[in-house]
């Protein structure tokens, strides 16, 4: 991530390009046809197994069968249902749900006020959390799993989905200060002493003026710790034993074992589970892609 | 943003005096506590389970390193281990294959695309968007021997030779779950290079060219060595993605890595010997190789960054 922000920085303003000569406009050549072949091949390699699955969930095991790479004839919703009732993923899809927008909040609030104080002092003992913190993001964390479930057994929080609330919120702390730590330091001193001048505390300050100015930061920190979380399989495996509280990714695993010749239902489910990413990066497309690729786009 | 660049560098000295210690303490404190009671608390006492003998959840006597050797020197361990390690390995080879030839085309390719530029950005990350168990399960229907799609491509462009049950044969079985990782990651390095190579001045190029620098030079000599600080960060995230593998594995292998241990990793072996494996000291043995994929990873990781800096300032 570090990389990133230095080439955003770096990269020309819209005002500086303007100013540089337009290019020629190059003429086709075999290369250029070569080139664009290429890009859409691999288009079509990358997005028609996601294709085929939810074209797939619209039919029906039989039709399968008969010719694997047909197009549904009619829009046949049954699996979908069978899915979403019979299969539980209705259960599944409302704890993935819990789970993934109370720990981003978590995590996100805590992160808020952590990165505040690591831009607002100069204390040594500020910049050695800083560092701990941020190793979380190098270490592989996942590895201390048995202290973890030991203790959350000792809580009683075994099969509770609090557990992961709180296991997933802890995991996104690295992430999240160390994009919004960068953002607050950005934000002048002057915001600061105005707001004491006006006779605002501390918690006032952060509330009022600064977490307005964080909130591109702050969308940036949801989206990208939506989609870990939503997708995470280890911990809901180890740390969820009951299966009504079986989140999408453990209930995927389950579910493949009981309909395992029911080929449309599985389509289905799979289609299910992925529809919010879909969804998410389709809304939040600038957050995750402009994110990444400040500088790429002309 | 242009704003901002020109404000703090002026104004960075100055920042830290805004909160005194005891009020920034109190700002920390919660993140504080999950972080320590989530994640530091729970890796220090992992690392110290690997060092005494276990009888199911009763603690017995220090072992020192006896857990250690037993990963080594016993049956199932010491040839499974080698075996999953093997298969990292070549998960990580694999994607680093693809992603620095197709993926470094793609993203260079992408890079002076003018039209259609953010919907092919869109088409090549969303494999990586979706969820890996998603993917792992997805692929081993399409690669089905009854009637996956796959093998009924073959088949109709006369190719039936090949058409055969690729998770179902322990020779083709790790390559799919090598393919499968790369083809689903495969989307960040192209935004992550894309980015970096929008971050090139186009003045240098240019002047290359103008120098009379053939195009294969300019990326050869101008336009990689000012990518090797994305590869480098691209590398480092693979290798640990890479050796933290578990949920692609899972789904196309299951948790005993079918068939006959071909798909097996080492986190798959972990969770296997953690909770599966009912011998008693499942917690000393499981928290030995813990133990050694976390230094393992911790270690190469910094090797890595280490190494690439090197690279970097010797091109400099």
Do not use: C
Request: glycine share 8%; charged share 10%.
């Amino acid at each position: 991530m570090s990389t990133l922000t230095r080439k955003q920085a770096a990269a020309p303003s819209a005002a500086e390009r303007r100013l540089s000569p337009p290019r020629k406009k190059p003429r086709p050549t075999m290369g250029g046809f070569a080139a664009s072949g290429f890009l859409w091949i691999y288009a079509a390699i990358s997005i028609s197994p996601l294709l085929l699955m939810v074209s797939n969930s619209l039919r029906t095991t039989q039709e399968m069968a008969s010719d694997p790479l047909g197009l549904p004839s009619a829009l046949n919703f049954a699996s979908y249902q069978k899915a979403w009732v019979t299969a539980s993923f209705e259960t599944y899809f409302i704890n993935s749900i819990v789970v993934t927008v109370g720990s981003v909040l978590l995590s996100t609030v805590v992160s808020l006020l952590a990165a505040y104080a690591f831009s607002r002092t100069k204390s040594k003992i500020f910049g050695v959390l800083e560092a701990v913190f941020l190793s979380g993001l190098m270490l592989p964390v996942y590895l201390a799993i048995l202290p973890l479930f030991f203790l959350l057994d000792g809580l009683g929080m075994i099969s509770n989905l609090w557990s992961l609330v709180l296991v997933y919120g802890a995991l996104g702390i690295p992430f999240s200060t160390f994009v919004l730590t960068s953002f607050f330091r950005q934000l002048p001193l002057e915001l600061d002493e105005a707001a004491r001048l006006d006779g605002a505390g501390a918690f006032a300050t952060f509330w009022r003026v600064h977490l307005p100015l964080v909130k591109p930061a702050i969308a940036t920190v949801v989206v990208f710790r939506f989609v870990p979380v939503w997708n995470d399989f280890f911990y809901p495996l180890i740390l969820i034993r009951d299966q009504s509280a079986y989140t999408l990714p453990v209930g995927i695993t389950r579910f493949f074992g009981e309909y395992q010749t029911d080929w449309a239902t599985l389509f289905a489910g799979l289609t299910l589970a992925t529809i919010p990413l879909v969804l998410i990066f389709l809304v939040a497309t600038k957050q995750i892609v402009s994110g990444l690729t400040a500088g790429m786009s002309k | 943003m242009k704003t901002m660049s020109v404000i703090t560098p002026r104004r960075r000295r100055n920042i830290g005096i805004a909160l005194t210690k005891k009020t920034g303490l109190v700002f920390v404190l919660p993140a504080l506590v999950l972080f320590a009671v989530f994640i530091f608390y729970p890796l220090m006492t992992a690392l110290s389970y690997s060092f005494y003998n276990w009888t199911g959840i009763v603690r017995g006597e220090f072992a020192s390193f006896g857990n250690y050797v037993t990963l080594f020197t016993q049956l199932p361990y010491k040839t499974q281990i080698p075996n999953a390690f093997v298969h990292n390995v070549m998960l990580f080879a694999g994607a680093m294959l693809f992603q620095n030839t197709i993926g470094l085309g793609l993203a260079t390719l992408l890079h002076r695309l003018k039209r259609f530029k953010r919907f092919f950005q869109t088409m090549f990350t969303l494999p990586y968007l979706v969820s890996p168990l998603v993917v792992g399960y997805l692929w081993s229907l399409m690669l089905s021997p009854l009637f996956g799609p796959v093998n009924f491509v073959l088949k109709s462009v006369g190719l039936d030779a090949l058409a055969q049950p690729w998770l179902g044969n322990p020779s083709t079985a790790i390559w799919v779950v090598v393919f499968v990782t790369a083809w689903q990651w495969v989307g960040f390095p192209v935004l992550l290079y894309g980015a970096a190579l929008g971050g090139i001045p186009e003045e240098i190029n240019e002047a290359a060219s103008l120098d009379g620098a053939s195009p294969w030079q300019r990326f050869r000599d101008v336009t990689f060595p000012m990518l090797i600080p994305a590869i480098g960060t691209v590398s480092v995230l693979t290798f640990i993605g890479a050796m933290e593998a578990f949920p692609i594995p899972y789904a196309l292998g299951g948790s005993m890595g079918s068939p006959a241990g071909a798909t097996d990793v080492l986190s798959l072996l972990f969770y296997r010997t953690a909770f599966e494996s009912g011998s008693s000291n499942a917690i000393g043995t499981s928290s030995a190789i813990a133990t050694l994929l976390f230094l393992f990873i911790f270690g190469v990781s910094i090797f890595i960054t280490w190494f690439m800096r090197r690279a970097e300032r010797r091109l400099y």
